[in-house]
């Protein structure tokens, strides 16, 4: 996920937007001040509006939607950019719930997680004990849900520090929650009383003129829920409810411009045009015999000619993504194929690549080793919304996140143009039909009888599960040291550093930072495996490599979406004592050694003796974590056997005997 700024004429382009920003959004005052709690705020929690986050309070009913319900946030509710405008709700106020990813997020002056007894990241098993002082409820199933707690540990204020409460596997799409928080602690082991307000409503039935009886009602269905889970309302300190977003709410703008791109296409190859070949004698490149560049034609679904970077999706009167008449994108490409293509029929396959980089990464040399060795053809395009090009977008949504969904609805048409680079790579008439694509006797040199593979890295792990999960083509897909969601990996991940000064300077509240992140993550999904995650593994195969104390990915992030897709872990993951976790990789199914070969999606963790990650909310910088293995699974031979062999015959092997898997560290 490094990343890697533009070079060249666009050199110097972050510290070039840093000190715009320091111009242009002012030193805020102390972050003590509160944002304002007026009409529409939960009169539950007065010190902060959106708190408790997510929160029905902030949905209306909506007959038409699946879940009945409907986002409804008012501009002045949401926080506000110390230089900007008020955020604009309407791309939030689209959504029938909220995400299935999201940190719920509290407020608890004094609180002490280690005297309340709070699960921790190291211990999720207690999340489910009968007396958590925690519980999350699916109301509709009874369901305790996993989570682990932890407090904000970037804040500066005690008093503005936020207590995060993290799902330790996604919500159910569509499923509504109750939230209970009893018997908290503070350092000294005393019980914090209740808020007035909730005292107030979670007491005696108030009379109809109080302010508060509104809230008393809406609530009423969750404490009932809730009691009859064995939580007793006299025990309180808040409780809440919330309802997750549907399948269609998540998917449906994706799933819908693919359903409409794709019946224009019908059984037609997409328009192409191949723009360079170079071929390379051996004592140029050993592994790539030819390297070629083209372009795919693909409809745009964005709402601006060409769709250029900060486009958004337009879309119809119902809010269905339409295309513009005529509007195109033109998906730049490049293939390796590799030698062994000139002999026997390469295996086609696309590859992501990482963080707000470029299609280039294709020619990476891991990926070169993976189709010399494999006999595979890589096409790579750039990941739009999320390329190099969309780098001012990201830094400028950080300061005005009005500016914000043109990242992941750019992403999504990103997502059709791989979609349609698929396509054309392995229709009759498509990329092989081309001599760029066969030898000096014509012979196609992919061989596209068996449909195409992905495999992606880093930020090709993060999008590319929405990708395998949207693709009628790609049946199996490789998830490179990957994870879900962003909001709960920008705050682990070395890479976050240059946003975070960005960040810092719109948002200088630690508290307001952590509701900003997690509204990101409710339009964020529907660009990223979140939103799939709950069905990705229903009609598809991914084999997940991770990496060990990744600097980058967070592990914690892996795990929720090992989780979440069912993926079984291999073992022995780890030695004996190399996790601080009492169970580690609790929740997660695992198949031993002597059960391989299996089919299905499983998670191989790649070991290069980096110590253990951080168990707090923060990247693991400094010396003490040592090497960054990020990019060392890729560079393991074995990694690559093992994904070549899952790739073209959706069989898990083992590479690693009968101990843990291990990865050389890699420059």
Not at 51 to 73: E, I, S
Not at 119 to 127: H, N, V, Y
Request: charged share 20%; proline share 9%; hydrophobic share 40%.
């Amino acid at each position: 996920m490094r990343l890697r700024l533009p070079r060249g004429p666009r050199h110097g382009l972050l510290a070039a937007v840093l000190s715009a920003a320091a111009v242009l959004v002012p030193t805020a005052p102390a972050a003590r001040a509160a944002a304002p709690h007026g009409p529409g705020c939960d009169p539950l929690v007065p010190a902060e509006c959106l708190l408790p986050f997510p929160n029905d309070w902030y949905t209306r009913p909506d007959p038409a939607t699946d879940t009945g319900r409907r986002v409804d946030f008012d501009a002045a509710a949401l926080p506000r950019a110390t230089a900007g405008l008020p955020i604009e709700p309407t791309a939030w106020n689209r959504s029938d719930g909220f995400s299935p990813g999201s940190a719920l997020i509290a407020q608890v002056p004094g609180i002490d997680l280690r005297a309340t007894g709070a699960a921790p990241l190291t211990g999720i098993g207690r999340s489910l004990a009968p007396d958590a002082p925690v519980v999350l409820l699916d109301t509709g199933t009874g369901e305790r849900w996993p989570y682990w707690a932890e407090l904000d540990a970037n804040a500066t204020d005690p008093a503005r520090r936020a207590l995060l409460i993290r799902p330790a596997r996604n919500f159910r799409d569509g499923h509504h929650y109750a939230v209970a928080l009893r018997r908290l602690k503070d350092g000294a082991g005393r019980t914090i009383p209740a808020a007035a307000p909730f005292a107030a409503v979670v007491g005696k039935p108030l009379p109809t003129d109080d302010p508060l009886r509104a809230r008393q009602r809406q609530l009423r269905p969750a404490l009932k829920a809730l009691r009859g889970a064995g939580v007793r309302s006299g025990e309180l300190y808040l409780a809440w409810d919330f309802t997750v977003a549907s399948t269609r709410g998540l998917t449906g703008d994706l799933f819908a411009l693919r359903d409409d791109a794709f019946r224009r296409l019908g059984d037609r190859a997409p328009a192409f045009a191949v723009t360079g070949v170079t071929d390379f004698t051996t004592g140029q490149d050993p592994r790539i015999a030819r390297e070629v560049t083209g372009r795919v034609s693909v409809p745009s679904y964005l709402n601006l000619p060409g769709g250029p970077p900060g486009s958004v999706l337009h879309r119809g009167r119902d809010g269905t993504p339409r295309r513009l008449p005529l509007n195109t994108q033109l998906a730049t490409f490049r293939c390796e194929i590799p030698r062994s293509a000139f002999h026997t029929p390469s295996h086609p396959s696309l590859y992501g690549h990482g963080l707000l980089g470029r299609r280039s990464e294709v020619g990476a040399g891991n990926v070169r080793a993976m189709a010399a060795e494999h006999n595979f053809t890589f096409c790579a395009t750039d990941w739009i919304g999320m390329a190099e090009e969309d780098v001012p977008v990201v830094l400028g949504a950080l300061a005005d996140p009005n500016l914000f969904p043109a990242v992941p609805e750019r992403t999504e048409q990103g997502m059709l143009n791989a979609l349609f680079l698929a396509r054309a790579l392995i229709h009759t008439d498509g990329l092989t039909s081309d001599a760029a694509f066969r030898d000096d006797g014509g012979r196609p040199l992919v061989d596209i009888r068996h449909g195409i593979a992905y495999d992606g890295n880093s930020q090709g792990g993060i999008l590319g599960g929405a990708l395998v999960a949207a693709s009628p083509d790609i049946r199996r897909g490789v998830l490179g040291v990957t994870g879900m969601n962003y909001g709960l990996l920008l705050d682990r991940s070395a890479d976050f550093a240059p946003f975070q000064r960005v960040l810092d300077l719109s948002y200088p509240d630690k508290l307001r930072q952590q509701l900003v992140l997690q509204l990101f993550q409710m339009v964020w999904d529907r660009g990223e495996t979140d939103a799939y995650a709950n069905h990705l593994t229903d009609h598809h195969q991914v084999l997940m490599h991770i990496a060990y104390g990744d600097h980058q990915v967070a592990n914690a992030a892996a795990d929720v979406e090992a989780r979440t897709l069912g993926a079984r872990l291999l073992t022995p993951a780890l030695t004996a004592g190399r996790s601080p976790d009492s169970v580690p990789y609790w929740g997660i199914r695992t198949v031993a050694r002597d059960g391989l070969p299996y089919r299905g999606s499983a998670m191989t963790v790649w070991d290069s003796g980096t110590p253990a990650p951080p168990v707090t909310n923060t990247p693991p910088d400094g010396p003490r974590y040592g090497h960054d293995p990020h990019s060392d699974p890729r560079n393991s031979s074995a990694a690559r056997q093992q994904k070549a062999t899952f790739l073209t015959t959706g069989r898990v092997i083992n590479v690693c005997g009968t101990t843990p898997c291990t990865a050389a560290p890699t420059s």
